[in-house]
């Protein structure tokens, strides 16, 4: 079983930066950030493995940067340069296995979600 509790959401202006961070609880080789946007689909942002091995979406690659902490498990997401469309429910993910993926359904274990909104 992990456990997974999501933290660091906010309002910001176009432009700005945000940190968000997930507490990680159990064995996840395979961890990553989503979020859905209302009306829309969930979409994966952010993947990294236990190797550090990470892939990112193509709408946030040079933006995002996902992380974790070898010391407590703890996932982060540094988003900069942070433009309006970003608005969204961020969602951690994880799951025990090895996949590096972007497809929700390789995620078995869900955060609750933190909520991040960008102004222009």
């Known amino acids: 079983q992990v456990h997974l509790v999501e933290s660091g959401g906010g309002s910001v202006q176009a432009g700005g930066s945000l940190k968000l961070s997930c507490a990680v609880s159990?064995?996840?080789?395979?961890r990553a950030w989503f979020r859905q946007a209302p009306a829309k689909e969930r979409e994966g942002v952010a993947q990294?493995?236990?190797?550090?091995?990470?892939i990112y979406a193509d709408s946030v690659k040079d933006r995002f940067i996902i992380s974790q902490d070898s010391a407590n498990g703890t996932l982060h997401l540094q988003m900069n340069s942070l433009k309006p469309e970003d608005t969204a429910m961020y969602y951690c993910?994880?799951?025990?296995?090895?996949?590096?993926?972007?497809?929700?359904?390789?995620?078995?274990?869900w955060g609750q979600g933190t909520q991040v909104t960008v102004s222009s």
């Open positions: 993910a994880a799951d025990p296995g090895w996949s590096r993926s972007l497809a929700s359904w390789n995620f078995a274990f």
């Open positions: 159990g064995l996840a080789h395979s």
């Open positions: 990294i493995d236990t190797n550090g091995h990470t």
